[in-house]
């Protein structure tokens, strides 16, 4: 069935540093791939997303490409900041449905 | 434009008993999706209710239970509560057709606690 893994965190970081989230993902077809985000007593919300090969989404400096033949979806940034600090998801949807796979989440902490 | 609403944020019940959670979707979303998120499991999908009639269904037993009305809310009940029902229920906005179909936009969630 479609999974998606995502590096196990906590993530720490310096302020300014960059930032890598790896995920991968197993899936039947094309299926779309998300990042979200989620603050402390938050939903989630929309990050980035692509819909197919080669495809590269960004957002507030973070940037994924969808690599097909690695299948791959990893999250960067090239400076965070403390606000970045947050708990991050992979995620796929196959098929055009309303069913999201999300990875297991990886948490991230910047420090001044 | 009004984002995804969830009521209530938060809910204290004891073992047994039933649980009813609402959510009204973006205006104009016409599909509403449901998760459970714990620590132990993530984020795991319930199910989707498009027009009000159920679309796609997750692994969870048949306590788990929703609908939609005409208006695009929704709710989602769970019968005889268990401690491990305990979780942050979380539900998503669809715009529901084409394309759009699998992208989602959250609201923040009811938090319930069962004891």
């Known amino acids: 069935g479609n999974s998606v893994t995502q590096m196990e965190g906590p993530v720490t970081l310096s302020e300014e540093a960059f930032l890598t989230i790896n995920c991968t993902y197993t899936?039947?077809?094309?299926?779309?791939l998300f990042w979200y985000v989620q603050y402390p007593g938050e939903g989630l919300q929309l990050l980035l997303k692509a819909t197919k090969a080669d495809d590269k989404g960004s957002n507030k400096g973070f940037e994924a490409t969808y690599r097909k033949e690695t299948t791959s979806f990893h999250l960067e940034k090239g400076s965070v900041q403390v606000s970045d600090s947050a708990v991050y998801f992979c995620a796929l949807s196959s098929g055009n449905t309303g069913k999201l796979i999300f990875g297991q989440g990886t948490t991230l902490q910047v420090k001044p | 434009k009004a984002g995804v609403t969830q009521t209530p944020r938060y809910l204290i019940k004891t073992r047994g008993q039933q649980v009813t959670l609402s959510c009204s979707p973006i205006s104009g979303h016409r599909s509403v999706s449901w998760y459970q998120q714990t620590p132990g499991q993530g984020l795991q999908f319930l199910f989707e209710y498009f027009s009000e009639t159920q679309r796609n269904k997750g692994n969870f037993p048949g306590r788990f239970s929703g609908r939609q009305f005409s208006n695009s809310r929704s709710e989602m009940n769970v019968s005889t509560l268990e401690l491990g029902d305990s979780a942050l229920y979380l539900c998503a906005s669809l715009i529901g057709t084409g394309q759009g179909r699998s992208e989602q936009f959250f609201g923040p969630g009811t938090r319930l606690t069962v004891l």
């Open positions: 899936a039947t077809g094309y299926p779309s």
